[in-house]
């Protein structure tokens, strides 16, 4: 009884959930599934939106989900996923209102000028000699999700500054 009392106030929140959100996050895992899916969910939720993560290879699988969304969306990339990222905006097939990448590699080009699309870059030790413009976080690439996600949430207190190509590391 118990079970089908909850199942049923899920069925009835669900709707409530989706229509609260003002758009979507979606978010590209990195190499081997690497992936901080509870840093990525906070980032989410700070930004008041509802969230879906695909693979670094699920590019088409996203695309389709995108094309149906009749809400604004944003892409959010982390390591080997900033490259689907940069993929499918290249495409021309999908149009967020913005993008954010976490952890790309130093030689995946992140810089999305000439796209017009408002976006964000956040390179840890990876990306030491990225040519893309960003922030640099003196953080490993396991942790470097949390970083993120805490600097959204206004909790982080290091140094945090936007920085040039082949700036140095600065501490978070």
């Known amino acids: 009884m118990k079970t089908l009392r909850k199942f049923l106030i899920v069925m009835l929140l669900s709707p409530v959930v989706t229509w609260a959100c003002s758009g979507w996050v979606i978010g590209f895992r990195g190499l081997n599934e690497v992936f901080d899916y509870e840093a990525f969910a906070d980032y989410a939720v700070i930004q008041g939106r509802c969230f879906r993560s695909f693979s670094w290879n699920q590019g088409a699988e996203a695309e389709r989900m995108l094309t149906a969304l009749k809400v604004p969306y944003e892409l959010y990339g982390f390591s080997r996923g900033a490259e689907t990222v940069a993929s ?43 040519l893309s413009p960003g922030v640099y976080l003196d953080v490993d690439h396991g942790r470097v999700q949390r970083t993120v996600t805490e600097i959204y949430r206004g909790r982080n207190s290091g140094r945090v500054a936007n920085v040039g190509p082949r700036a140095s590391l600065i501490n978070s």
Do not use: E, K, M
């Open 88 to 130: 499918l905006l290249r495409q021309g097939r999908v149009r967020p209102d913005r993008v954010i990448t976490v952890g790309a590699f130093r030689t995946v080009n992140v810089n999305f000028d000439q796209h017009g699309i408002p976006y964000r870059n956040y390179f840890d030790r990876s990306g030491l000699g990225q």
